[in-house]
C-alpha cells in the first residue's frame, strides 16, 4: 500500500472512502429539464474513473419550489429526480468513487421571475446584491413547509441510493437564518444565535426522522462571514460545536466568508493571481476545536497542496473541484507515478464565470469536461499514421499537435516566434495572469514526450509547408490586433497588445476604447493606471468588460478602482485627429444625439483581432478539401471526407483565432475536435 497521505482511506461512519480526494458539490449546469440525465451522469463518472474517492452532485439541488435555480440545478423536489440519480450512483460505483448530492433552498439567493414566479422568502427583506430580488419575510407556514421540503428531498436521495447529503448553508437559506444580517425574525428562529441556528437544527432533526441515524449527512456552512455585523470566527466556532454535538450530522464542510456580492463569492473562491489555499488553515482550526470529520475546498489546485492538507492534519477530506474539471483523471496519475502529467488547473474560473451567465460549465483547456459523450478524455491511436504539419504553436495549434500526436501521427509545427504560446503567453505577462502560461507549458511536455516537433523562429512559407509532404496542414497561425475601427484617425491609436507587451510606453492621459470587452482592454488599463497615468476606460456597450466576466472583473476592479480609473459606458470613439502634442476624440453614441470632444494624449484601442490567413489561402486552391469543413462530420464527430479537389494531395484546416476572434477554449476546442479524428 502506498504511504502518500492522499492515498489513505478513510473511514466516515460506516462509508470507506478509497482516497482523501473529493470533488465537492458544484453545479455544472448539466441538467435536462432539472433532470441529472445522460451529459450529467457522464461528467461524474469520468471522475469516478480518474479514481477520486466521493463525488459529490449539484451545487446545490433545490426542495422547493420556492427555490428555483438561476441557473441550470437539479430539481430535487421532484419524484422523477430518483431514477435518474440512481442511475448516476450505480454508474459511479461501478468504478469505486462514493456519491452524495448537496441539496439546498436558496432563501433570497434567487429571483421571482424564475421558476413558477413564487415570491422569494429569507428571514428578512434584505435584498442580496448579486440577485437582486426582494424578498417576503418568512412566516411561520413557511418555515414549517420548507422544513417538510428538505426531509421529503433527503428521503428521494435515500431511495436513489446516495452514500450521504450535504445542506448548503453559506449564503442560502440556512445561513440567512444563522447570520445576524439577514435574520430580523423574533423568538423562536431569531434574536441570539441558538435561536438564529434553530431552523437549521430542525431542518436537520426532520431529516433524521426520515433518513435513520445511519445515513451520512453534512453540512457546508461559513464559519466566519467575514462581514461587519455578520457571524464572526467566535460564532462560527460556536456553530461548528453545535453542529457536533447535536448527533444530526456527520461531517462539517468548512469555508470562510459570504458569497452575496461578486467580490465575497471571489474571496470565497480565487481566481488566478490570488493566493492559492487562503482558508486552509482557518479550515484546520475548526478541525483541531471540534475534533470532527472535516472537509474544505477553495483553490486547492496541486497535489502538493492538497497532500499537505491531509499529511499534516489540517482536514480528513480534501476538495480539489476546479481540478477536477481540469484533469479528472488526477488521482490516477498520482496512484501511476505520473504527476507531472496532470493536466493544471490556471485558475481562469472560465468554468464558474460560464455557469454565472447562465451557460454550461466548460474548463478553459480542457475541452472534453463536459463534453464526455462527445470528446475524449483520454486519445485513441489512429489506424494509419499519417504526416500533420500546423502552423502556429498557439493553444489551437498545439492541441491539435498534442492531439495529433497521442493519435500516432507525425506531427510537425511552424512557429515563426522564438517561443510557443500566442497571446496565451501575452497575456501571461501580467503577474495575476501569469498561471495561464500553464496551459502552454503543458501542452509543450505533451508534445515533447510524444515526439512532436516544433521549428521556433519558422515562418511557414507555402513552399516550406509543401515540402513536408504532408497528408494534413492545419493552419493555427492566430491573429493580430484590429485597431481599424474609426472613420479617421486609425493610424493614431495603438492595440492593446503594444501596450500589455511593453512595446510602447502608457502616456500620462490615457484612454482605453474598449469594444470586445476582454482581458487584453483592462490588462492595457491596469498596466497604464499603474504607471501612474490618468486612465478612462470607454465602451459603447452597456456595461465594460463582459468578456471577462463577473468573478474575473473582481480582482480588476479592486486594481482600477484604487488607481482612480475612470469607466464611461454607452460611449463609441467615432474618430481621432491630432491637435497639438494632444489627441483629439470624437465620441458619439450608438444611442443617437451625442458628439463630444475630449483630449488625451494616447488612445488605446481593444477590438479583437483580425485572423492572419494569408498562408491558408494560398495552400487552399492546392488542397483536396479546398479548405472546406463539413459541419455534419465534425459535430457527429466523425472523419473529414471532403474531396471538393481530386488533384489535391492534402488535407487543409484553419483553427482558433486564424479563423476569427474568439477565446481560449474555443481555440483549444477546434484543435481537439478537429485532431481527434484525424
Same mark, same amino acid.
Given at each position: 500500500m502506498?504511504?502518500?497521505?492522499?492515498?489513505?482511506?478513510?473511514?466516515?461512519?460506516?462509508?470507506?472512502?478509497?482516497?482523501?480526494?473529493?470533488?465537492?458539490?458544484?453545479?455544472?449546469?448539466?441538467?435536462?429539464?432539472?433532470?441529472?440525465?445522460?451529459?450529467?451522469?457522464?461528467?461524474?463518472?469520468?471522475?469516478?474513473?480518474?479514481?477520486?474517492?466521493?463525488?459529490?452532485?449539484?451545487?446545490?439541488?433545490?426542495?422547493?419550489?420556492?427555490?428555483?435555480?438561476?441557473?441550470?440545478?437539479?430539481?430535487?423536489?421532484?419524484?422523477?429526480?430518483?431514477?435518474?440519480?440512481?442511475?448516476?450512483?450505480?454508474?459511479?460505483?461501478?468504478h469505486g468513487a462514493a456519491v452524495m448530492i448537496q441539496l439546498t433552498h436558496l432563501g433570497r439567493r434567487t429571483r421571482w421571475d424564475k421558476g413558477d414566479w413564487l415570491p422569494v422568502v429569507s428571514p428578512s427583506h434584505e435584498r442580496e446584491a448579486a440577485h437582486r430580488a426582494f424578498p417576503k419575510k418568512m412566516?411561520?407556514?413557511?418555515?414549517?413547509?420548507?422544513?417538510?421540503d428538505f426531509a421529503d428531498a433527503a428521503e428521494r436521495m435515500k431511495a436513489a441510493g446516495m452514500d450521504g447529503i450535504e445542506l448548503e448553508a453559506y449564503g442560502h437559506l440556512l445561513d440567512q437564518f444563522n447570520s445576524p444580517l439577514t435574520n430580523i425574525l423574533e423568538e423562536p428562529y431569531g434574536g441570539a444565535l441558538e435561536n438564529r441556528t434553530r431552523f437549521m437544527f430542525d431542518v436537520l432533526g426532520a431529516i433524521r426522522e426520515r433518513v435513520g441515524r445511519d445515513f451520512i449527512v453534512g453540512v457546508r456552512y461559513s464559519a466566519d462571514e467575514v462581514l461587519a455585523g455578520g457571524n464572526s470566527k467566535g460564532d462560527g466556532l460556536e456553530i461548528s460545536k453545535r453542529l457536533k454535538d447535536s448527533g444530526l450530522v456527520d461531517f462539517l464542510n468548512v469555508i470562510r466568508g459570504h458569497i452575496d456580492t461578486d467580490a465575497?463569492?471571489? @474571496? &470565497?473562491?480565487?481566481?488566478?493571481?490570488?493566493?492559492?489555499?487562503?482558508?486552509? /488553515?482557518?479550515? *484546520?482550526?475548526? =478541525? +483541531?476545536?471540534?475534533?470532527?470529520?472535516?472537509?474544505?475546498?477553495?483553490?486547492?489546485? @496541486? &497535489?502538493?497542496?492538497?497532500?499537505?492538507?491531509?499529511?499534516?492534519?489540517?482536514? /480528513?477530506?480534501? *476538495?480539489?473541484? =476546479? +481540478?477536477?474539471?481540469?484533469?479528472?483523471?488526477?488521482?490516477?496519475?498520482?496512484?501511476?507515478?505520473?504527476?507531472?502529467?496532470?493536466?493544471?488547473?490556471?485558475?481562469?474560473?472560465?468554468?464558474?464565470?460560464?455557469?454565472?451567465?447562465?451557460?454550461?460549465?466548460?474548463?478553459?483547456?480542457?475541452?472534453?469536461?463536459g463534453r464526455e459523450m462527445t470528446m475524449p478524455h483520454d486519445i485513441a491511436r489512429a489506424e494509419t499514421k499519417r504526416k500533420i504539419v500546423i502552423v502556429g504553436a498557439g493553444p489551437a495549434g498545439l492541441e491539435a499537435a498534442r492531439v495529433a500526436g497521442e493519435r500516432g501521427h507525425e506531427v510537425v509545427v511552424f512557429e515563426a516566434a522564438g517561443s510557443a504560446g500566442g497571446q496565451v503567453r501575452l497575456t501571461a505577462q501580467s503577474p495575476r495572469r501569469h498561471e495561464m502560461i500553464g496551459i502552454i507549458d503543458w501542452r509543450l511536455a505533451q508534445c515533447e514526450k510524444l515526439g512532436v516537433d516544433i521549428r521556433y523562429n519558422s515562418w511557414a512559407e507555402s513552399d516550406a509547408v509543401l515540402a513536408e509532404e504532408p497528408d494534413v496542414v492545419i493552419v493555427a497561425s492566430g491573429g493580430l490586433p484590429h485597431t481599424e475601427v474609426l472613420t479617421a484617425g486609425n493610424e493614431l491609436v495603438l492595440s492593446s497588445w503594444d501596450i500589455i507587451a511593453g512595446d510602447l510606453k502608457p502616456g500620462s492621459d490615457v484612454l482605453v476604447y474598449d469594444d470586445a470587452g476582454d482581458h487584453a482592454g483592462l490588462q492595457a488599463a491596469e498596466i497604464i493606471a499603474g504607471s501612474g497615468a490618468r486612465v478612462e476606460i470607454m465602451t459603447p456597450d452597456r456595461s465594460f468588460a463582459p468578456e471577462v466576466m463577473a468573478m474575473n472583473l473582481v480582482p480588476y476592479m479592486r486594481s482600477l478602482q484604487k488607481l482612480d480609473a475612470i469607466f464611461t459606458v454607452t460611449f463609441r470613439l467615432q474618430e481621432v485627429r491630432k491637435d497639438g502634442n494632444q489627441l483629439?476624440?470624437?465620441?458619439?453614441?450608438?444611442?443617437?444625439?451625442?458628439?463630444?470632444?475630449?483630449?488625451?494624449?494616447?488612445?488605446?484601442v481593444n477590438h479583437g483581432t483580425i485572423p492572419l490567413d494569408e498562408l491558408y489561402f494560398e495552400l487552399k486552391p492546392m488542397s483536396r478539401n479546398l479548405g472546406a469543413v463539413s459541419h455534419e462530420e465534425l459535430v457527429a464527430g466523425r472523419p473529414q471526407s471532403r474531396a471538393d479537389n481530386p488533384e489535391g494531395s492534402f488535407q487543409l484546416f484553419r483553427i482558433g483565432d486564424a479563423v476569427a476572434a474568439r477565446n481560449t477554449h474555443a481555440a483549444i476546442y477546434d484543435g481537439l475536435r478537429l485532431a481527434k479524428d484525424l
Open positions: 502506498s504511504n502518500d497521505p492522499l492515498l489513505q482511506p478513510y473511514q466516515l461512519k460506516h462509508l470507506t472512502l478509497r482516497n482523501r480526494i473529493v470533488v465537492t458539490s458544484h453545479e455544472p449546469a448539466y441538467p435536462e429539464d432539472g433532470m441529472p440525465k445522460e451529459r450529467y451522469r457522464a461528467y461524474h463518472v469520468e471522475r469516478a474513473r480518474g479514481g477520486v474517492a466521493l463525488t459529490m452532485t449539484a451545487g446545490s439541488a433545490a426542495v422547493s419550489l420556492d427555490s428555483p435555480p438561476v441557473f441550470n440545478n437539479i430539481l430535487a423536489y421532484k419524484d422523477e429526480v430518483v431514477p435518474w440519480l440512481r442511475d448516476l450512483v450505480d454508474s459511479c460505483h461501478e412566516e411561520d407556514w413557511d418555515i414549517s413547509r420548507v422544513i417538510k465575497g463569492l471571489t @474571496d &470565497v473562491i480565487p481566481i488566478q493571481g490570488m493566493a492559492s489555499a487562503p482558508h486552509l /488553515d482557518f479550515a *484546520g482550526e475548526i =478541525r +483541531a476545536a471540534t475534533g470532527f470529520p472535516t472537509f474544505h475546498a477553495a483553490k486547492i489546485a @496541486d &497535489v502538493a497542496t492538497a497532500r499537505h492538507a491531509i499529511a499534516t492534519g489540517k482536514v /480528513d477530506m480534501v *476538495g480539489m473541484t =476546479r +481540478a477536477h474539471m481540469t484533469d479528472p483523471h488526477i488521482v490516477r496519475k498520482i496512484m501511476e507515478k505520473r504527476e507531472d502529467e496532470i493536466r493544471p488547473c490556471v485558475g481562469a474560473n472560465y468554468c464558474l464565470d460560464r455557469i454565472y451567465q447562465g451557460g454550461a460549465a466548460y474548463c478553459i483547456h480542457n475541452a472534453a469536461t483629439l476624440a470624437v465620441i458619439g453614441s450608438d444611442y443617437g444625439g451625442v458628439r463630444k470632444e475630449r483630449r488625451y494624449d494616447q488612445i488605446v
